[in-house]
């Protein structure tokens, strides 16, 4: 049986993109007024986030024909603006994705070109990844676009963690049914799970690793895993980070997604 250390919430059948792990051991009580519910996720998002970031990651995709990885920088500034630039394996350096609000660009050096994307795009495969382009902007949708309420609580590395259900509001194009999220006390984002419009588990999201950068906890590795493509996953290491930083105004800009400085 898997310890509380390692399965931070009940497994329900999906949510959120971050994490995956089930426990028998977690107590998971009656569900109880959503009053905290926003706050807590929205306190998680801003410790993942800041004001403003930029990191290296490392991003480990297992396929059954074989492992790829790749290198990029990211730039964050707020909720609404992203940039994502590969610089590593050569095959795949320069490629580009901006987030502009609901407005999602990118770049390919061998077309030469920035598209933007529609969309019926949003929910495709980023990079040939586990994740969409839709997980590159999930902090403040997750928390203004859903409902949510506390269903349950477990124990992850000594600390609470608050299990909480998400709804999406009526009339938000979102293509979940639900999500099911575990936020340690300290504003970590242990878990996500993501279901279907019928109440399916499609994919889960977990931390496997956490530790302390820009002065923060903070989910170091994160490893995604789809339910219908068993013993493949991506996994998504940080290696450096800063936060709260300034960052020029031309970096979210088409011109620099092309061209950059």
Same mark, same amino acid.
């Given at each position: 049986?898997?310890?509380?250390?390692?399965?931070?919430?009940? $497994?329900?059948?999906?949510?959120?993109?971050?994490?995956?792990?089930?426990?028998?051991a977690m107590?998971?009580?009656?569900?109880?007024?959503? /009053?905290?519910?926003?706050?807590?996720?929205?306190?998680?998002?801003?410790?993942?986030?800041?004001?403003?970031?930029?990191?290296?990651?490392?991003?480990?995709?297992?396929?059954?024909?074989? $492992?790829?990885?790749?290198?990029?920088?990211?730039?964050?500034?707020?909720?609404?603006?992203?940039l994502v630039?590969?610089?590593?394996?050569?095959?795949?350096?320069?490629?580009?994705?901006?987030?502009?609000?609901?407005?999602?660009?990118?770049?390919?050096?061998?077309?030469?070109?920035?598209?933007?994307?529609?969309?019926?795009?949003?929910?495709?495969?980023?990079?040939?990844?586990?994740?969409?382009?839709?997980?590159?902007?999930?902090?403040?949708?997750?928390?203004?676009?859903?409902?949510?309420?506390?269903? &349950?609580?477990?124990r992850h590395? &000594?600390?609470?963690?608050?299990?909480?259900?998400?709804?999406?509001?009526? &009339?938000?194009?979102?293509?979940?049914?639900? /999500?099911?999220?575990?936020?340690?006390?300290? &504003?970590?984002?242990?878990?996500?799970?993501?279901?279907?419009?019928?109440?399916?588990?499609?994919?889960?999201?977990?931390?496997?690793?956490?530790?302390?950068?820009?002065?923060?906890?903070?989910?170091?590795?994160?490893?995604?895993?789809?339910?219908?493509?068993?013993?493949?996953?991506?996994?998504?290491?940080?290696?450096?980070?800063?936060?709260?930083?300034?960052?020029?105004?031309?970096?979210?800009?088409?011109?620099?997604? /092309?061209?950059?400085?």
């Open positions: 049986m898997a310890s509380p250390e390692n399965a931070p919430f009940v $497994t329900r059948r999906k949510a959120m993109s971050l994490f995956a792990g089930v426990s028998a107590v998971v009580g009656q569900p109880v007024l959503a /009053q905290d519910a926003g706050g807590i996720l929205r306190g998680a998002f801003d410790n993942w986030r800041a004001d403003s970031s930029h990191a290296v990651v490392e991003m480990k995709i297992k396929r059954n024909s074989g $492992t790829r990885s790749l290198t990029m920088e990211s730039w964050t500034l707020g909720d609404k603006k992203a630039r590969f610089t590593a394996p050569a095959r795949d350096a320069g490629n580009a994705t901006l987030q502009l609000g609901n407005a999602t660009y990118v770049f390919n050096p061998k077309l030469n070109q920035v598209i933007k994307l529609p969309a019926s795009a949003m929910t495709q495969s980023w990079m040939g990844s586990d994740f969409s382009y839709n997980d590159l902007s999930r902090s403040q949708k997750v928390v203004n676009d859903y409902t949510h309420r506390i269903i &349950g609580s477990s590395a &000594g600390k609470k963690v608050t299990i909480i259900e998400s709804i999406p509001k009526r &009339g938000k194009p979102i293509v979940w049914g639900k /999500q099911i999220l575990a936020v340690r006390s300290d &504003g970590v984002l242990i878990q996500v799970e993501y279901f279907d419009q019928v109440g399916a588990r499609v994919r889960v999201m977990k931390t496997d690793k956490v530790g302390r950068i820009g002065g923060r906890p903070y989910p170091m590795v994160l490893t995604m895993k789809t339910d219908a493509k068993p013993g493949q996953y991506t996994r998504i290491t940080t290696k450096s980070a800063e936060f709260n930083l300034s960052i020029p105004a031309y970096v979210f800009t088409k011109s620099n997604l /092309q061209n950059p400085r």
